[in-house]
């Protein structure tokens, strides 16, 4: 996920989204636990989603709150 696809968001939609992907996250830490999975890139591809996620709905609470 790209970080202008996030920006265009809102809110409510990136906190859906936020969710969806630590919910993603969990099933697939379960599954490499279990052996069944079968590509260890999209642990790190999720990670690093979710923290542009974080990234970009704080930089939006930063900006509102200063205005």
Do not use: C, F, W, Y
């Not at 379960?30 to 590509?39: P, R």
């Not at 890139?41 to 709905?57: F, P, Q, V, Y």
């Amino acid at each position: 996920m790209k970080a202008k696809d996030i920006r265009e968001l809102s809110p409510e939609e990136a906190a859906k989204k936020l969710r969806d992907l630590r919910n993603d996250l969990v099933n697939l830490r379960v599954k490499k636990h279990a052996g069944q999975l079968e590509n260890p890139s999209e642990l790190r591809s999720l990670r690093h989603d979710i923290a542009r996620l974080e990234t970009i709905i704080l930089e939006k609470k930063r900006q509102s709150a200063a205005a």
